[in-house]
């Protein structure tokens, strides 16, 4: 029967009181055995706490007592929490062979189980991972034969459950720890963060690396994407983060290399290549801010690591894998065939030898009792050795295929497409050559597809007809974070899947609102392209299906804002299917259980606060120029929220520099090209306009004082605004300033924008208050509050506009009053509290404002005569019927 874990519970005293060492016995990895020799040194740091290897070691020897003396077979389903790793530490530690898979996919657990019978089951249950642990011993006597060496049992192939296992001895874990730890410089003092899972045997290597030099760990499953993940690091003085290349691709989304990391001494790169001038840049920045860049190199059948590039050499050689680790060795095995290495004595298959190398492969429970096997280990991957006597990866020779007879290799065309500033995924499949390609959206994609097939085409000498291709938003990776090649075979499949109709789904949502077709779970509002003029729609539907939005909501990938929902919505699936993977793997929507319940209008709901503003402000806009009232200074706290999105939407860290950019002067067009298109009819059409007017040039030509020509003054300072930061941000060295200095450099520019308020160049208009370089300093200011993180940025920001805001309208206290409680509700107040029908009203008022303030000129003086109020409604509803038609015209353009 299944007993409860004892210390279920963060950190409990041991149940009893346990012998510091289990019984001596010849099995074990000695640094499993001699945790209590680092004492009260912390060994690990959690958000529940630190634990002292004084602690640790009571809590795996109590563990180590229930396992009991006589070797058994154990299935760990394995997790960064301080339960698993005690677990896992009594095992090794006491000879009992660990079979490592991941917590996060049942039917991987259910299918090991039935292939190996083990004769322990020790996992949480709980849904997510996080409940009760619960030790099952299946019998008290191991049913398997287990030689005396093995130790450990890995999975090669992620999460797909392969009975086919490699099988790691006591010698191979401490060597091998041994060797990462000498070459890492890993001491007493070092505290490294758990970024990747534990059942990869890159993140077991870090965990068994620093354990041996008495290092903290820092055990967490979140991810570096999520902001909780850097609070922890930075409060635990974290000084060792790992990572593969998905990880570094999330690193430049979150703007790591503006982060402030004191005690950070190295960054280490495995699980893939990482292109070279990738690892260039990171070199650079780690010597710019003090802290070195490992490149790794390595296979689960060599326990971790084979090979490293010194640090001091990454700039300078980025594409090398560098050399052996202490106690291992290289050679270059002939390579018969047309494929590289063929004809370069210096180039071949890499064989590495040494202590860590596997034991040999395990596919049934009859193999566990075969000792080694395999005596050097053949990598598979082509090698050459530069006159430097660094090692470099050239192709890999399990990969190749014949295509309708040719010698295909798919890592050779990744790196051929890489070279044109490419990334993509390679695979092949019977007589197709499969390529799956990292882009955006285009106008296009059936040409862009087609422009690619004939390029990969024409480079492997194979007809178009048996390549095919597919751009995507995100490349499909493993849980590990190396490149799913089942994805792509299947993503590029001759026949894909029809998308599903717009439904309760939060992909199917996005891909809605948005006009995506590629939407999938790490998909985020912000890398979609989303932007001020869809996002109220989005963040509604949001809180509406969710019951509530963090404020990041729109740089949050879908998967992260899944765990939102109500718990009717999320129910598990029925007994027998398969729970969705909580750790990054196949990058696919999976559709809800259950539908979200219908919620009464009664239930309250939240509203932020830009999109109340924005609502509010355009029916205060346009009622007080009919007047219907006087309550004029909307539009000057619309302009704050202008620039408050221009930060949230356009300038965020997840996107990279020319997707950014891109992104920009996309969301220009959407503004200045329905802006023209009315207002060249207007000019047309009435005569109250200037030519200038639909050029949106009337600010910049210097108009005279008519008060028709100033109708629009709005729409141009904002284009004008969007248009000089979207130069500006092309430079690559201003990008990175900004990215850098997210709060400094819109107070800057804030303060340059006071000499505008102010006129100290003598520039302002005729009608002073409208003018661009008056009103810059409020879009700078909006800009400035949404990176504001603190009580006193916030204070600098509130204290600045009630200095600078006095005489912006003469004798207008009035004026002045709505303008300062509107932008300093901006400032300090993220949402406010609402109800259903209200948050519908407002999202459609604020999503089509800008074209309510472009066609109510055209339409309130012909009624406000008759009725003010019905002058009022019939502007909204032009305006918002304008809105619908420019945005779908503007979306196919």
Not at 223 to 231: H, M, T
Not at 247 to 271: H, I, W
Not at 581 to 594: K, N
Request: proline share 8%.
């Amino acid at each position: 029967m299944p007993t409860l874990w004892p210390g279920a519970e963060p950190f409990p005293e041991p149940p009893t009181q346990p012998r510091a060492h289990p019984p001596a016995r010849s099995h074990g990895v000695p640094f499993a055995r001699d945790l209590a020799a680092y004492g009260d040194r912390v060994a690990l740091i959690t958000p529940e706490g630190e634990l002292t290897y004084r602690q640790l070691a009571a809590r795996v020897a109590a563990t180590a007592e229930r396992l009991g003396p006589g070797r058994r077979l154990v299935l760990l389903a394995g997790s960064n929490r301080a339960d698993t790793l005690v677990v896992h530490l009594a095992a090794l530690g006491t000879g009992h062979p660990v079979l490592l898979v991941p917590d996060s996919s049942e039917s991987t657990i259910r299918s090991l189980t039935a292939a190996y019978d083990p004769d322990v089951v020790a996992r949480a249950y709980g849904g997510d991972g996080t409940g009760t642990w619960v030790l099952d011993e299946r019998r008290q006597r191991s049913a398997h034969t287990l030689h005396p060496d093995l130790a450990l049992l890995l999975s090669t192939s992620g999460s797909t459950g392969s009975p086919k296992l490699v099988r790691l001895s006591h010698e191979n874990l401490q060597s091998n720890a041994e060797s990462i730890a000498t070459y890492l410089g890993i001491s007493s003092s070092d505290r490294a963060a758990t970024t990747l899972p534990m059942h990869y045997c890159y993140g077991l290597s870090v965990v068994h690396s620093h354990l041996l030099r008495g290092a903290g760990l820092i055990l967490t499953e979140r991810s570096v994407s999520d902001a909780a993940f850097w609070e922890l690091f930075r409060t635990a003085r974290g000084t060792s983060l790992a990572g593969v290349p998905y990880t570094f691709d999330l690193l430049d989304r979150v703007g790591f290399e503006r982060m402030r990391l004191p005690y950070l001494r190295r960054v280490t790169q495995a699980g893939g290549r990482l292109a070279p001038d990738r690892v260039a840049r990171y070199a650079e920045l780690g010597r710019r801010r003090g802290w070195e860049l490992f490149v790794m190199y390595g296979q689960t059948e060599a326990t971790a690591r084979m090979a490293y590039l010194p640090p001091c050499l990454a700039a300078e050689r980025p594409q090398a894998v560098g050399v052996p680790i202490p106690g291992g060795s290289f050679r270059l095995r002939p390579v018969d065939g047309d494929g590289p290495g063929d004809s370069d004595p210096e180039t071949g298959e890499l064989v590495y030898s040494g202590p860590n190398v596997m034991l040999g492969y395990a596919e049934s429970p009859a193999d566990l009792r075969l000792g080694r096997t395999v005596e050097e280990l053949r990598t598979g991957d082509i090698a050459r050795r530069a006159p430097d006597g660094l090692y470099e990866i050239v192709g890999r020779r399990s990969r190749f295929a014949k295509i309708l007879g040719l010698r295909i290799d798919p890592q050779r065309i990744e790196a051929l497409l890489e070279r044109r500033g490419i990334n993509a995924y390679c695979a092949t499949e019977e007589d197709a050559l499969a390529v799956a390609v990292l882009g955006g959206e285009t106008a296009d994609m059936a040409a862009q597809e087609a422009r690619l097939r004939r390029l990969v085409a024409h480079e492997c000498g194979l007809p178009a007809r048996a390549v095919r291709v597919r751009v995507l938003t995100e490349l499909p990776r493993l849980g590990t974070g190396k490149p799913d090649y089942g994805a792509v075979l299947r993503l590029t499949g001759p026949a894909p899947q029809e998308p599903a109709e717009p439904g309760g789904d939060l992909c199917r949502l996005y891909a809605r609102i948005l006009d995506r077709t590629d939407v999938t779970e790490d998909s985020s509002f912000v890398s979609l392209g989303g932007d001020s003029l869809c996002y109220v729609e989005m963040s509604l539907r949001l809180e509406e299906t969710l019951g509530g939005l963090p404020a990041d909501w729109h740089t949050k990938p879908i998967r992260e804002l899944r765990p939102l929902a109500s718990p009717a919505a999320e129910a598990p699936a029925a007994k027998g299917t398969e729970q969705p993977e909580r750790r990054p793997g196949r990058r696919t929507c999976r559709p809800r259980t259950a539908p979200v319940p219908p919620r009464s209008w009664r239930t309250r709901r939240t509203l932020e606060t830009g999109i109340a503003l924005r609502a509010v402000g355009i029916v205060l806009v346009v009622g007080s120029h009919i007047p219907l009232f006087a309550l004029q200074g909307s539009a000057h706290v619309l302009l704050c929220v202008a620039g408050y999105n221009f930060a949230r939407f356009h300038l965020t860290g997840a996107q990279q520099h020319r997707e950014r950019v891109r992104h920009l002067w996309r969301s220009i067009t959407r503004i200045a090209v329905p802006s023209m298109a009315w207002i060249a009819c207007a000019v047309a059409l009435t005569g109250l306009y200037d030519p200038a007017n639909a050029l949106l040039l009337n600010s910049a030509l210097g108009p005279g004082v008519s008060r028709h020509e100033y109708h629009y003054w709005f729409v141009e300072a904002l284009v004008y605004f969007l248009v000089v930061l979207g130069a500006l941000l092309t430079v690559p060295q201003l990008d990175r300033l900004e990215r850098r200095y997210p709060f400094t450099v819109p107070l800057a520019l804030m303060a340059v924008g006071l000499i505008g308020r102010y006129d100290l160049l003598g520039l302002a208009p005729a009608r002073f208050h409208l003018g661009p370089t008056v009103v810059f300093w409020l879009f700078a200011l909006g800009w400035a509050a949404a990176r504001a993180t603190t009580a006193w940025q916030r204070s600098l920001l509130t204290a600045t506009l009630l200095v600078a805001l006095p005489g912006l309208f003469h004798d207008q206290p009035l004026r002045t009053a709505i303008v300062a409680g509107g932008v300093i509700l901006l400032i300090w107040v993220p949402a406010l509290p609402s109800l259903g029908p209200l948050n519908r009203a407002a999202g459609v008022l604020a999503s089509s404002s800008l074209c309510i303030y472009l066609t109510h000129f055209q339409v309130y003086p012909y009624l406000r005569d008759a009725s003010p109020l019905l002058a009022l409604f019939a502007s909204l509803t032009v305006g918002i019927g304008y809105a619908a038609v420019a945005n779908r015209l503007v979306r196919r353009l």
